[in-house]
Nanobody, 122 residues
Framework: QVQLVESGGGLVQPGGSLRLSCAASGSIFSINAMGWYRQAPGKQRELVAAITSGGSTNYADSVKGRFTISRDNAKNTVYLQMNSLKPEDTAVYYC????????????????WGQGTQVTVSS
């Protein structure tokens, strides 16, 4: 099983940027699709970005054009570059090797890291 550790969150003003990192253990990282999820207080956990093992990407409409997901297989790390941040981006961000967009499937994911808090506020 791949172990995941998210980092890079923090407090940022609206319009600012952050880069999140997700470090994975295990040699199978390069063959996994990876996803970044977020969960805001009182809201459902949602997929915001995903990347295949070959580097193809997909984004939620709410972050398209502002967030960029990338991966470095040599470092077993996936990144989420977040630009033009908005208060509604405030959430705990998680990465996972299981990539689903449907909420019922997301709730079935059995293992999560500790996440990293992103707060966008002036």
């Amino acid at each position: 099983q791949v172990q995941l550790v998210e980092s890079g969150g923090g407090l940022v003003q609206p319009g600012g940027s952050l880069r999140l990192s997700c470090a994975a253990s295990g040699s199978i990282f390069s063959i996994n699709a990876m996803g970044w999820y977020r969960q805001a207080p009182g809201k459902q956990r949602e997929l915001v970005a995903a990347i295949t093992s070959g580097g193809s990407t997909n984004y939620a409409d709410s972050v398209k054009g502002r967030f960029t997901i990338s991966r470095d297989n040599a470092k077993n790390t996936v990144y989420l570059q977040m630009n033009s941040l908005k208060p509604e981006d405030t959430a705990v961000y998680y990465c996972n090797t299981e990539v689903y967009s449907d909420y019922e499937d997301i709730t079935g994911i059995g293992s999560w890291g500790q996440g990293t808090q992103v707060t966008v506020s002036s």
